[in-house]
């Protein structure tokens, strides 16, 4: 008696969640924003589905971060792919894949690198894997998604740029290339989809407490903090919270959300 009102206790909570009966696919799902990210949303009642380059990683998002937010109760499974989204043909590959499973919801592209160098030294390698996964990846993961959703004329689309996309940054030229095209690419893809019930946003986050930032030296970061107006740096989870806010806001679309702590005031 007592085992069957906990399992009608748990299914009716987890049916009154706002984002139930929905998929969130992250780009960058298994570190830092894209994986605070993937615990929101799935907290929050959607199914998540991962992409990132490390299967070991995957296997430990899905079973150690994602797999106890319901507990062994619940229905909803989470899925994660090893996919290189600076590779179009992985990422086709990934989506056709995906697609056999359910559609996606939102997207959610937080995968990303920086390569910092001032442009002069800056190793050509390192400037082609910049555009390739961070823009080219952007461009290829929204039109790979873009069908479905027009299909379905529903879906939120989330990208990740920075407030050095907006400002520009000493070494960080090739970066900030990336990071501005993302807006420029997002707002002319919002007015595309836009009359089939989709939005397309952008999320600048400033200085975020990631693996990505880690190497940042101490009294760098303390310079960076002594500029922001709340005095700290970010952490993932404050982009997770802003995803999470224009994933479900339906008349706000072609914008760009700062997460930055006021850093670029
Ligand atoms: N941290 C900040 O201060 C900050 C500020 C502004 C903007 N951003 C942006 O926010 C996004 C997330 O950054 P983060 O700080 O969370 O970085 P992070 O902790 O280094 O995580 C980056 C994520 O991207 C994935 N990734 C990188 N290259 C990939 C590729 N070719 N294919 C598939 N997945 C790939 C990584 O997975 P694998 O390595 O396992 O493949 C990882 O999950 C990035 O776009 C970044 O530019 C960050």
Same mark, same amino acid.
């Given at each position: 008696?007592?085992?069957?009102?906990?399992?009608?206790?748990?299914?009716?909570?987890?049916?009154?969640?706002?984002?139930?009966?929905?998929?969130?696919?992250?780009?960058?799902?298994?570190?830092?924003?894209?994986?605070?990210?993937?615990? +929101?949303?799935?907290?929050?009642?959607?199914?998540?589905?991962?992409?990132?380059?490390?299967?070991?990683?995957?296997?430990?998002?899905?079973?150690?971060?994602?797999?106890?937010?319901?507990?062994?109760?619940?229905?909803?499974?989470?899925?994660?792919?090893?996919? !290189?989204?600076?590779?179009?043909?992985?990422?086709?590959?990934?989506?056709? !894949?995906?697609?056999?499973?359910?559609?996606?919801?939102?997207?959610?592209?937080?995968?990303?690198?920086?390569?910092?160098? +001032? +442009?002069?030294?800056?190793?050509?390698?390192?400037?082609?894997?910049?555009?390739?996964?961070? $823009?080219?990846?952007?461009?290829?993961?929204?039109?790979?998604?873009?069908?479905?959703?027009?299909?379905?004329?529903?879906?939120?689309?989330?990208?990740?740029?920075?407030?050095?996309?907006?400002?520009?940054?000493?070494?960080?030229?090739?970066?900030?290339?990336?990071?501005?095209?993302?807006?420029?690419?997002?707002?002319?893809?919002?007015?595309?989809?836009?009359?089939?019930?989709?939005?397309?946003?952008?999320?600048?986050?400033?200085?975020?407490?990631?693996?990505?930032?880690?190497?940042?030296?101490?009294?760098?970061?303390?310079?960076?903090?002594?500029?922001?107006?709340?005095?700290?740096?970010?952490?993932? !989870?404050?982009?997770?919270?802003?995803?999470?806010?224009?994933?479900?806001?339906?008349?706000?679309?072609?914008?760009?959300?700062?997460? !930055?702590?006021? $850093?670029?005031?």
């Amino acid at each position: 008696m007592l085992s069957s009102f906990r399992r009608a206790y748990s299914i009716a909570v987890h049916e009154a969640l706002p984002l139930s009966n929905t998929l969130t696919l992250i780009p960058g799902g298994t570190r830092g924003i894209g994986l605070a990210t993937a615990k +929101l949303f799935a907290r929050h009642g959607s199914r998540i589905v991962v992409l990132g380059r490390d299967q070991e990683r995957i296997k430990h998002v899905l079973e150690k971060e994602l797999a106890p937010i319901h507990g062994s109760n619940s229905s909803v499974e989470h899925l994660g792919f090893q996919c !290189d989204v600076s590779n179009q043909e992985d990422i086709e590959r990934t989506i056709k !894949d995906l697609n056999q499973v359910a559609p996606v919801d939102y997207l959610v592209n937080s995968a990303g690198i920086a390569r910092d160098s +001032l +442009l002069i030294a800056h190793a050509s390698q390192d400037i082609e894997n910049v555009i390739s996964t961070n $823009l080219m990846g952007t461009i290829w993961l929204n039109k790979a998604v873009a069908k479905g959703m027009m299909r379905r004329k529903r879906g939120a689309i989330i990208n990740i740029s920075s407030v050095v996309g907006l400002q520009g940054n000493i070494g960080q030229s090739v970066y900030s290339a990336s990071k501005s095209a993302i807006i420029g690419f997002s707002k002319s893809l919002s007015k595309e989809l836009g009359s089939r019930n989709i939005t397309v946003n952008v999320i600048a986050p400033g200085y975020i407490d990631t693996d990505m930032t880690s190497s940042i030296p101490e009294d760098r970061k303390k310079a960076i903090v002594a500029r922001t107006s709340l005095g700290r740096l970010g952490q993932a !989870d404050d982009v997770a919270e802003a995803a999470l806010f224009l994933a479900q806001a339906k008349f706000i679309t072609g914008q760009v959300l700062v997460v !930055d702590g006021g $850093l670029s005031l």
